[in-house]
């Protein structure tokens, strides 16, 4: 035992003084390079000065969250998978599936187009954004510091040049040279409807420069999508930006959530906080004081050119399915995008993926009741929103009377004043929510980050019989209810028992 003993205090000594050798050669090594550093350094700052001249922006981008109804984005690259014209993937995913190489080189630009949609998704490398040459507003300002700005100031108006893309300098990089032609934009990018199609616009004035001419005063190193709004202040147009964006961003395989810059002059809204969110930063064009050079840029295409907004005026035949009975037996007419991209936002937020409607919740059904209140939209606007239900204080008034005195089970009546409530907890409410009730208003477009299962009761006066939610509702496979009026007035009776029926369906 003794021997044993003095053989484990050998070897810690042993331990002891190696140790205390390798820590006296570290302090000695260190010492000599954190002078040879130091030296090197001093030998340095002129370059660095130099440096200092050109930004480079490198960000830690967001990760993809993963979501319970994704199902995998067709390699556009892959012809055998293309998504069949006007099927419900060629609406909601991955249409854009024709390649269109517009150049090669130190930079390039391709679009991808779709046959269903009739619009592309364009990205570039090598790609200088020139704010001098865009005329429009600075943006991103306070709303009541500009107040009674008008539109036109805030939307871009683009010089020859606004965007350069390297050609380098071979015979094919023509100083001041066109990137498109016509032909190319009524092929490609069709103005449609759209009166000022604005990515068309851009893209029409993009230049290609010899390489010696590409100088940059900032780098973004990270895919950055560049996004121009229309009605940024008002929710259903919003939502159709957001879903363009995120559609773009999975068409062209970005392997994280990328950079935002609005090329518009929109002033803040609270829907921004649903923008930083989602991506992974946010600026605005006009913000930038010199020339601006992305490594990879995407342009998503206008939110009026989704299958959300296009669905409006033309048929779009998609059922609401999970996406674990698509991918066991893929449907043509079936679609679980937009419960993908519901769930996109809820986790954008930090909310949970894996919750679920109870039978029997053993804190009680949240039935939650969507307000129209008035607030200060956008610079032109007047703090009024116009009434879709001229009793809507009546109707929330006798629905809580009701619901206090309801037997079947534990109802819980949420007033949802949205103007009122961050985006975060706007969205929570809708997760938390068994059943929406609301009179027809963009607050209902929030149903896209609803879970299964939950019911929907639209309120909707005789002015404005639109199939926004209807559609909406159907395309995520919700149960839909609507309650249309002769003029703008409800019985209040005709809502109790209308959500009376809803909550027996529950088992309620």
Known sequence: MNRRNTLLLKILLFLFILNSISLFLYFLTHSSNSSRSNTNLNNQIPLLRSQQQQQSHHHSLKPWPILPSYLPWTDAEDSKANAITRSCEGYFGNGFTRRVQVLHGPGWFRCWYSETLRSSVCEGGRVRMVPDRIRMAKGGEALVDVMGRGEDEELPAFQNGAFEVDGGNGVGAVEGKTLVDREFLDRYLPAGGIQ???????????????????????????????????????????????????????????????????????????????????????????????????????????????????????????????????????????????????????????????????????????????????????????????????????????LKSWVSNYNGCKINLVNGLFAHMSMKEQVRAIQDASVIIGAHGAGLTHIVSALPKTVILEIISSQFRRPHFAYIARWKGLEYHAINLAGSHADPGTVINELANIMKSLGC
């Open 196 to 398: 000022r199609h604005t990515m068309r616009d851009l893209i029409s004035k993009i230049r290609v420069v010899r390489e010696k001419d590409f100088a940059c005063d900032e780098w973004f190193e990270e895919p950055t999508l560049l996004v121009t709004r229309f009605e940024y202040a008002n929710l259903f147009h919003t939502i159709t930006d957001w879903y363009s964006a995120y559609v773009s961003s999975r068409v062209t395989g970005l392997p994280n959530r990328p950079h935002v810059v609005f090329v518009d002059g929109h002033c803040e809204t609270q829907l921004e906080e649903t923008w930083k969110a989602l991506f992974s930063s946010v600026r605005y064009a006009k913000n930038f004081t010199g020339t601006v050079c992305f490594r990879h840029a995407i342009l998503s295409p206008l939110g009026y050119e989704t299958a959300m907004f296009k669905g409006l005026t033309e048929e779009v035949n998609c059922d609401g399915a999970s996406a674990q009975e698509l991918w066991q037996n893929p449907d043509n007419h079936k679609t679980a995008r937009i419960s993908e991209f519901g769930e996109m936002i809820r986790a954008a937020f930090g909310l949970p993926l894996n919750a679920y409607h109870s039978t029997k919740p053993v804190s009680g059904h949240n039935v939650l009741f969507v307000r129209r209140e008035d607030y200060l939209a956008h610079p032109r606007h007047r703090g009024k929103v116009e009434s879709r239900l001229s009793n809507e204080a009546e109707v929330f008034e006798s």
